[in-house]
């Protein structure tokens, strides 16, 4: 059923961006960098925006299912293929865990034991099994639950944002990017972690088969959602660093300004406002993620099981209830750091490998792309130094990590490589 039209699919994109990082990342950008964090926000949207524009020409010439997975088997071949479907479930397994963590340690705002380990179990529990219950009724369900979900999010981020400008500018204080003398080392660091704040645009290109029009409306959600999110998330830095004194040790760096700004009442508003983010940010990868599993079953490349389709609902229930059942045991078993550091990392290969794409899908496929990027070869090769240098910052459990997910994927590619599979096709 394609029930995802071009603006659920635009909200759809930016719920599956704005999640925890922006409740989260603003004391750790204003610990390296202080006052030039908001120039750092900026910039992560710029090299991510290089990133978004070649996958925007990318998706633009695929009509199903499978996301960066399906870039990488129709234009490197199955063994690229399987690897990037693994890095992508990877990382959106472990991205939604993450920030479920991170709902029980603002949910203790209000309720002091909810970090506890019962209360704990309980609430991951509603959280992952409730979503999936309302995803399993049907995509047309889990997108109404994400609209709403992306424009409550938003609303306590716009709040904050004009109470903090008023406030600023009253002050003399006007928007400013400065530029610090800082070490190249740490620039790279807290670029690695503020391209990480903008990740996540792909989860919503994933269920293309859905989507109404899909080659239409891939390149207006990714621009959308780039444009939007670029806003908010340099603003409310701009508006973090004018507004909180220790930026940088601040545990909950949004409420701590909205407390500067409008008392505790503006705190508890933005607490709200964060759980509400963080449930969104969920709802959004239950929706999509699973269609990595039924794309690589349905291609042959993963067990015949994950591309099982409820005979009333007709949704991939099978890979929802196995995506829901890892994304709990992730979240019960890590911390949110710990899940953090696995989902960036599996991201800068999926990202390095479809802005690699491009030129070769436009020698392989000319006239295939419905959007075609403007010195899109260029862009595809800034994409993929920007992917290569913010690997090199990734420390050695990182490494680690992507060297287990590798092997993994060779092992299903050598199950898999004399089994029939179906060719994707871009059209």
């Excluded at 660091?189 to 645009?201: K, N, Q, T």
């Excluded at 909180?244 to 909950?252: G, I, K, N, T």
Aim: glycine share 8%; net charge positive; proline share 5%.
């Amino acid at each position: 059923m394609r029930a995802i039209g071009r603006w659920s699919l635009a909200a759809l994109m930016v719920n599956s961006i704005i999640g925890s990082g922006i409740f989260g990342l603003p004391s750790v950008l204003a610990g390296f960098v202080g006052a030039a964090s908001p120039l750092v926000m900026l910039l992560g949207g710029v090299c991510t925006g290089v990133i978004m524009a070649c996958f925007a020409e990318v998706a633009s010439q695929f009509t199903s299912t499978g996301g960066p997975y399906l870039y990488a088997r129709v234009t490197f071949g199955r063994f690229v293929g399987i690897q990037m479907g693994w890095m992508l479930w990877l990382a959106q397994l472990t991205a939604p865990a993450a920030n479920a963590n991170l709902f029980v340690l603002y949910l203790g705002e209000f309720w002091p034991h909810a970090k506890q380990t019962i209360p704990r179990f309980l609430i991951l529990s509603l959280l992952v099994w409730g979503l999936a219950a309302v995803n399993l009724r049907g995509v047309r369900a889990g997108a109404r639950v994400s609209n709403v979900l992306t424009a409550a999010k938003l609303l306590p981020l716009v709040v904050i944002i004009g109470v903090g400008t008023v406030f600023l500018l009253s002050r003399g204080r006007a928007l400013s990017l400065p530029f610090l003398a800082v070490g190249a080392v740490s620039w790279m660091e807290v670029m690695l972690r503020a391209v990480f704040a903008y990740g996540g645009f792909e989860t919503a290109l994933t269920p293309m088969a859905e989507a109404r029009n899909p080659r239409r409306d891939a390149a207006f959600a990714v621009f959308t959602a780039l444009l939007t999110c670029t806003v908010v998330y340099t603003l409310v830095q701009w508006v973090a660093v004018g507004t909180v004194p220790d930026l940088a040790h601040s545990e909950r760096p949004l409420a701590d300004a909205a407390r500067a700004l409008m008392g505790r009442a503006g705190a508890g508003l933005i607490t709200v406002g964060a759980l509400v983010s963080f449930y969104g940010y969920l709802s959004a990868k239950v929706l999509a993620v699973p269609r990595i599993t039924f794309a690589l079953a349905e291609r042959g490349d993963f067990p015949s099981f994950f591309a099982a389709v409820h005979p009333r609902f007709r949704t991939p229930y099978v890979s929802i209830l196995i995506f829901a059942l890892l994304t709990w045991l992730l979240a019960l078993a890590g911390s949110f750091a710990w899940n953090l550091t696995l989902s960036s990392v599996a991201r800068l290969f999926y990202y390095g490998v479809t802005c690699a794409a491009l030129p070769v899908l436009r020698r392989k496929q000319p006239g295939a792309a419905l959007f075609r990027l403007p010195a899109g070869p260029v862009f595809a090769v800034i994409g993929v130094i920007i992917c290569a240098v913010l690997v090199t910052r990734v420390d050695r459990s990182g490494f680690l990590i992507l060297l287990v997910t590798i092997t993994l994927a060779a092992l299903n590619w050598l199950w898999a490589r004399n089994r029939p599979g179906t060719v994707p096709k871009s059209l």
